[in-house]
């Protein structure tokens, strides 16, 4: 039975099995610490996601109000500078973490996205599209520190634990789902009669929270011989099975799930609804992405991370069934909550199935490369969207959906498949 369960954790070949030994044996922190920085990661990713939520609620559609009237297709823009920022930043954020520590590095994106916040408010009030265009590149900056929280869970947490830590710090997410869409709704007429300015001044004050919070954090640096050892070439690393699968899990699940949630409150407006209708949509659909988690984990232990992969493949090619089905307000909330679960599953399992792919000297650039490719995905994504909805209509969105979804869930079952032959008992 413990061979079984420890096969199911792993998913690996043997190979890369023994090679995922050297971070086992290099955790200084006893569980208690453990679940302590996981409990301090999962409250700040809470905030975090929170700001993430006001900002998807309210940025398409504060854009779509500062532009003119033959620049409207532009709505989606600020959302594409998030996710650009982001991409630019993930790289050099982890790369910078990896030597002044992850608190550190935290601290500099709740600065970031203070910033963010201020500047998004005198945008509002100035009426001027490209300072909200500078606040969400400052946003973008923000959550490319902060998307690390998941990973430094991991950084410190035994193999065994390591789904559960980023699974948990991921649920963090459902507070988010309530909290982050209701203020929004709360804080849009703070600043009347200046629309959605309260939204950013709201944005402000949570990543003043966060940078407070995480000043609580113990995470070990690396040493300085792991830091001079740099491991093994990236290109080495990338060929491993297990990296393209995780890779294609994480890209392919987060771009659908960005193509579809940049494009449903533009999507909404044009069928008649309203601010607060499209506000609720977006609330069930982060409930839907975190609320998972709380379980994801377990299901990785108990059926395996490529068995959870290939199934939140299949949820979100549902999302995209159900919105070409109709455009009622039903579908908008159904769908959205299909994406947001198939996300949770196809990003949690990719980033699990991530820790077993490095040793700690090369995590810095194996992390970087994942995120660097995920949020390069995701900024396309994020352009193409406001594009499509402008040019081609929302069946076309979702529409695209389809072959990279079976992308996803075809590569689990082909890893799955491999290991298969080389050990029938570890893959049952």
């Not at 709505?75 to 992850?102: C, E, N």
């Not at 919070?213 to 070990?220: A, D, E, G, K």
């Not at 999302?319 to 994406?339: E, K, Q, R, T, Y």
């Not at 193409?384 to 990279?404: D, E, F, Q, R, Y």
Request: proline share 5%; aromatic share 8%.
């Amino acid at each position: 039975m413990q061979k079984k369960k420890r096969a199911h954790v792993q998913d690996l070949p043997p190979a890369a099995a023994i090679h995922n030994d050297q971070p086992m044996r290099r955790v200084p922190q006893s569980p208690l610490h453990q679940r302590r920085n996981v409990a301090l990661l999962a409250l700040a990713q809470a905030l975090f996601m929170s700001v993430q939520a006001m900002g998807t609620s309210a940025t398409p559609l504060a854009g779509y109000m500062l532009l003119a009237e033959t620049e409207k297709w532009l709505a989606t823009t600020p959302i594409f500078l998030v996710h650009l920022a982001i991409m630019g930043t993930t790289v050099p954020a982890s790369l910078l973490m990896a030597r002044i520590g992850r608190r550190a590095g935290f601290t500099l994106g709740a600065v970031a996205g203070t910033g963010a916040g201020l500047i998004g408010t005198l945008a509002l009030f100035q009426q001027s599209f490209p300072l909200l265009c500078l606040a969400t590149v400052l946003q973008g900056m923000q959550a490319a520190f902060f998307w690390y929280f998941r990973l430094a869970a991991a950084d410190v947490s035994e193999p065994a634990f390591r789904p559960k830590a980023i699974s948990l710090v991921m649920a963090g997410g459902v507070l988010a789902g309530v909290l982050g869409p209701q203020t929004a709704k709360w804080a849009v007429d703070w600043l009347q009669p200046v629309t959605f300015a309260g939204i950013y001044l709201a944005m402000a004050l949570f990543s003043v929270a966060i940078g407070a919070l995480v000043q609580f954090i113990r995470i070990p640096h690396l040493s300085a011989a792991e830091r001079a050892a740099g491991g093994r070439p990236m290109l080495l690393i990338a060929r491993q099975p297990a990296y393209r699968v995780a890779l294609a899990a994480s890209v392919f699940g987060y771009a659908v799930m960005t193509l579809t949630m940049s494009a449903t409150p533009l999507a909404m407006l044009a069928c008649g609804f309203t601010f607060n209708d499209s506000a609720s949509v977006i609330q069930a659909h982060i409930v839907g992405m975190f609320l998972p988690s709380f379980l994801t984990g377990h299901l990785i232990q108990r059926f395996g991370v490529l068995r959870i992969i290939a199934a939140g493949g299949l949820i979100e090619l549902g999302c995209a069934i159900v919105n070409l089905s109709g455009v009622g307000f039903g579908n908008f909330l159904l769908a959205n909550v299909l994406v947001g679960i198939g996300w949770n599953f196809a990003f949690v399992g990719g980033s699990s199935l991530l820790t077993t792919t490095y040793a700690p000297s090369e995590r810095a650039k194996v992390q970087a490369s994942h995120d660097f490719t995920v949020y390069s995905a995701t900024a396309m994504a994020a352009a193409v969207s406001g594009v499509l909805a402008a040019k081609a209509g929302w069946a076309v969105i979702n529409l695209a959906a389809v072959p990279l979804m079976f992308t996803v869930s075809g590569a689990a079952l082909w890893l799955l498949s491999q290991q298969r032959r080389v050990s029938p008992a570890a893959a049952k």
